[in-house]
DNA sequence: CTGAAAGCGCTTACAG
DNA sequence: CTGAAAGCGCTTACAG
């Protein structure tokens, strides 16, 4: 099927050089390379219209110029923005991307992780699920370069890229506080499996409760499956008393909110407050625009690229490091108690 | 840097067999393979944690087994679903897929499908911008695998994966007239670059109010940028008489739309109806509810797998050909005049 | 300034 | 049932 492609025997046959001159060419070592003979390659590459095979070359020179790119699951929006600015940066620096979405699914990830090896890319950038540490485990000990994002491993001594989700949910908190909700519920997916960030936003929860000093309800923490998000959330507003405020754990939550709002005719801002994290792309249209609480998604994209290309060209390497990132707070309508709603 | 991988000559060795019967076992043709050596491989694989390098089998074997995926843009939430499906389908037939932003950017494309043939994929899924018709003329002459999807390159021999875009057309018009709006107008992009879809969207408006005996009104049509379609908006709104109705022409000229009518209080539903190309994550949580045209993604995405792997392993080519898909309307309050917005 | 040779890690006819 | 040999398309020391 594939077409017969010229090769660079077929070239170097047509400009009447060795093949090793015409590799010198096309690696565009051109020190002592007469003006001629450099001309006569041009005019072979151009007539046959060669195309280096770069499989050939990723073969000799045992680096493919691509690094592997794991999210756990690409549904949410924070994953994508980080991904695309991993992918621009990459792209600056003349690496291509193959991004995998493990969908949240250890086995996944496992299998992806071996096709990226196999196809010898040069790093990983990874999202990770929270299965699969000894793999990891395996892969750092023996210096894999590899960059974990939104999420660490634990026990693992490795980079990562992370947002400081204490700080966020402290203002999440305390905005509401500020807008003078106090009763303030919490809406995490499950933590059966202990991911980070997950844990993080309750523990911020707890903290931030501490700090201002008002009291800490269990069952204002929501931490379940999705699918079964809807029933937690009406949960909460048959409590007795109920939550005068929400803060969403993410952006997955936050669509299972609003759908329990929509279907119940709760008025977001007015009945009950709501901050979210991560900036979703119709926070600002939504009605009452939603208030979040937004990551830096390109400046965490690229600081992962740069500390994955560091581990290429320094022999030294640095400690790894957790890299922890500040939340912003897009202050809109969700969280006033006045004229929220239209 | 990369670790120093073990290879087949070791694992030969480890085994005590020759290269030969290692790639045997390693692709499966045990046939004519005594239990015992069967048996040793595997031990040996096993005990030196040896991982195929897929370079070198690539290379052998003229095929990387890698479908490269370039997108005219990656915002649209129809061609991250659309891809979703692609990779999908891709992984369950061995697959790999490299994804490609090209950024509305022709220039990107081009330099994208260079990178990607270098890279030696199998054959591509491309949703085309409107620049390098000969690129792709060349790509077809040469009988390379290629499939189009959601736009086709006019004057060109090859398979295309599209929506029927006439009927989303005539379907929203349909519905907005049913539910008593008659003055509609159009949002798309600009028409500048001659995409495909586009055309045929106004094209469908055209022949819709045709056919329900509506007058075609130029000025109830916007086809502009996405930076200054919120003018377009406001221009409409300033008519004498203003269009009772919008179609959207996609997500984002939608987002452009709900923009406009947050800031200017304008009523969804009531003051104006709306009813949108692409169904978006938010459609149902939107206050109102968004009447939307929804694309059958996963089917187009998996049709364009099942059409670009026909190309393998079919000898007789078949003629190429234009798929069209039916899109059907999913009915909210955005196109309902009466309670539209709480 | 340029070419011959070896080698990257596989696969596959072919011989035995 | 298994091995030796050639070759995929490059790159790179090295010799001249």
Redesign the pocket.
Same mark, same amino acid.
């Given at each position: 099927m594939p077409i &017969?492609?010229t090769?660079?025997?077929d070239v170097a046959k047509h400009a @009447? =050089?060795? &093949?090793?001159? =015409?590799? @010198?060419y096309? /690696?565009e070592r051109f020190? %002592?390379?007469?003006e001629?003979?450099r001309k006569r390659i041009e005019k072979a590459i151009k007539e046959l219209n %060669? @195309?280096? /095979?770069n =499989?050939?070359?990723s073969? &000799?020179?045992?680096s493919t110029a691509t690094i592997g790119v794991i999210v756990a699951n690409i549904l949410h929006s924070y994953s994508t923005q980080v991904i695309r600015a991993i992918e621009d940066t990459l792209n600056e620096n003349e690496f291509s991307t193959i991004i995998c979405n493990a969908d949240d699914d250890p086995e996944k990830e496992k299998k992806y992780i071996e096709t990226l090896l196999a196809r010898q890319v040069d790093g990983l950038i990874v999202f990770p699920t929270s299965g699969n540490q000894e793999l990891y485990k395996r892969l750092i000990d023996s210096n894999f370069p590899i960059v974990f994002v939104d999420r660490y491993v634990s026990d693992l001594n490795a980079d990562a890229v992370m947002l400081d989700n204490e700080k966020a949910i402290h203002l999440a908190v305390e905005h509401l506080l500020t807008n003078g909700y106090e009763d303030i519920a919490v809406l995490t997916t499950s933590l059966e499996n202990a991911v980070v960030p997950r844990l993080e936003r309750i523990q911020g929860y707890r903290s931030a409760m501490d700090r201002f000093k008002l009291p800490i309800r269990e069952d204002y923490i929501k931490s379940m499956d999705l699918s079964v998000m809807k029933d937690g959330i009406a949960e909460l507003f048959q409590l007795e008393k109920p939550p005068q405020a929400i803060v969403s754990g993410n952006d997955l939550t936050l669509m299972e909110f609003l759908k329990y709002a929509a279907e119940h005719n709760v008025k977001i801002g007015t009945d009950v407050g709501l901050v979210t994290i991560d900036e979703v792309p119709y926070a600002s249209v939504h009605n009452p625009p939603l208030t979040t609480i937004a990551q830096p998604t390109f400046e965490m994209g690229e600081k992962a690229v740069e500390l994955l290309l560091h581990k290429f060209d320094s022999i030294k390497k640095n400690d790894p490091k957790i890299y922890r990132f500040d939340p912003s707070i897009i202050a809109r309508k969700s969280s006033e108690k006045a004229g929220a709603q239209l």
């Open positions: &017969k492609k090769t660079i025997s @009447q =050089v060795s &093949k090793s001159t =015409v590799s @010198q096309l /690696n020190e %002592y390379m007469r001629e003979t %060669y @195309q280096p /095979n =499989v050939a070359r073969l &000799k020179l045992k």
